[in-house]
């Protein structure tokens, strides 16, 4: 029975079940480590020691795989089973090689990357495990010709080897400099400062992420054009905004692009004026649900809502955070921010804002013929409805459509959808017509 447990079966065919093959671990080594602490992989041993036959041992020696990739400092790792050998050897142990094969002391990356209604050139260096433990430093650069361009300094450190570690802990640091065009609106605003972020998931009864966020930065507001309006004119200049942020997201869908089942559920609050010159409070949330149909049709319902407040210490809200309604991304049908207050022609957005969507998702008509490119296109028939300044439907804004969407790997999509707005106020920016939209946060 011994000689069993530890040797194949001389007939290929012959079925064993792994479960009733008994097997206990003697030794786990880890190889590889050459700036990384010792105490850094200690947990990845944890589970096999518990294994008590061959089957259990065979599922955690690739639970200690996944955790290693996970500490984020090995390229690849690779598992050797061998029976234990050696005068410490029991008559059923095995002896387990966990390889790893740590990253370069300095990596680079160039690419693209997709924000909100635009994409944008990244590039990114990298020095990763810095202490030994998991820590990290980047410099990441991103441009865009249309809103954003961004400059960070980035230092983490994820807790992943600590008893803590389904809560995956993770810290960071940022020194940031970020231009925000609003085009729209003429005018732009450029952000220095930095950033403390806790990240944490809590898993009690349902599994929720969460990051609290510390922000002090210096905001500076310029006009774009010399015919802006004074209410936009108020706002420049440089401002201190000293800012908690405290953001929860649930999220059980299938997939992130194009789900078929699941509920999605997130929302961010901001508290500014724990020093400073700028004072508010800010509150979004937003929502989706999926529910699958029949023959590949799935009925999904969106919603996403924002909220701005002043405070006691509040002088003038800050334009660059108030809310802008229309776009692809929000209200199909309207141009970016074109669905809200205006002065003077130049729309300013809103101290509130509402919209929701209603969509039947579909297969591309031979979507069997080209099941592997098929599977990264959709259709879609929408209806959107929303509002500005106002929680009623009196003045309600809406439009219809259809539309067919591309997947961008598992984060992003483009749409191309034809919109026809049905309700619009008079100052509104409409889009009859085709409308393109790039993002990852639809409604």
């Known amino acids: 029975e011994q000689n069993m447990s530890q040797s194949p079966p001389k007939d290929p065919n012959t079925k064993y079940d792994l479960s009733k093959i008994g097997a206990r671990v003697d030794r786990v080594n ?29 599922l955690e020696a ?55 209604n635009e994409g944008s050139l990244r590039t990114e260096l990298t020095i990763p495990n810095l202490l030994g433990r998991g820590e990290s430093v980047s410099l990441q650069g991103s441009y865009s010709s249309t809103r954003a361009n ?20 993770e810290m960071s640091l940022s020194v940031f400099r970020q231009t925000d065009r609003y085009d729209i609106s003429s005018f732009q605003t450029t952000n220095l400062g930095y950033l403390v972020d806790f990240s944490a998931h809590t898993m009690l009864g349902v599994d929720l992420t969460h990051s609290l966020q510390y922000e002090n930065s210096i905001r500076d507001v310029s006009l774009l054009n010399k015919s802006v309006p004074i209410a936009i004119r108020d706002h420049c200049g440089p401002k201190l905004a000293s800012l908690l942020r405290y953001s929860v997201i649930f999220d059980n869908r299938d997939s992130n692009v194009f789900p078929t089942k699941g509920i999605l559920l997130k929302s961010v609050n901001e508290y500014c004026g724990l020093g400073g010159n ?30 701005m407040k002043e405070t006691k210490k509040t002088t003038i809200l800050p334009i660059n955070n108030l809310f802008y309604c229309g776009g692809p991304l929000t209200l199909r049908g309207f141009k970016y921010g074109g669905a809200g207050p205006v002065v003077d022609g130049t729309p300013i957005g809103a101290q509130t804002f509402w919209c929701t969507g209603a969509h039947l998702w579909t297969p591309l008509p031979f979507a069997g013929v080209f099941k592997g ?16 300044n106002s929680f009623n439907t009196d003045n309600m804004r809406s439009a219809y459509g259809m539309g067919i969407a591309v997947k961008l790997a598992e984060r992003a999509r483009i749409e191309l959808n034809y919109c026809v707005p049905v309700r619009r106020q008079n100052t509104d920016k409409v889009l009859n017509g085709f409308q393109f939209g790039i993002g990852y946060e639809f409604v």
């Open 62 to 116: 690739m639970a200690a795989k996944s955790y290693l990739h996970e500490l984020g400092i090995f390229k690849d790792v690779t598992v050797h089973i061998d029976i234990s050998r050696g005068a410490d050897a029991t008559p059923q142990g095995y002896e387990i090689t966990l390889k790893g094969n740590e990253y370069s002391r300095i990596m680079g990356s160039a690419g693209t990357e997709i924000g909100q």
């Open 278 to 307: 700028i004072s508010y409070t800010s509150s979004t949330a937003h929502g989706e649900v999926n529910v699958p149909l029949f023959a590949g049709l799935v009925a999904q319902f969106c919603g996403r809502v924002g909220v």
């Open 30 to 58: 880890v190889n590889g480590l050459l700036r990384t602490h010792n105490d850094y992989v200690l947990r990845a041993a944890d589970g096999l020691f518990k294994a008590s036959n061959f089957q259990d041992m065979m």
């Open 373 to 388: 490119l098929a599977s990264h296109f959709r259709m879609h028939f929408f209806y959107n409805m929303g509002n500005s």
């Open 150 to 169: 961004d400059l960070q300094l980035k230092f983490w450190k994820p807790f992943f080897h600590t008893r803590f570690r389904e809560n995956r802990p």
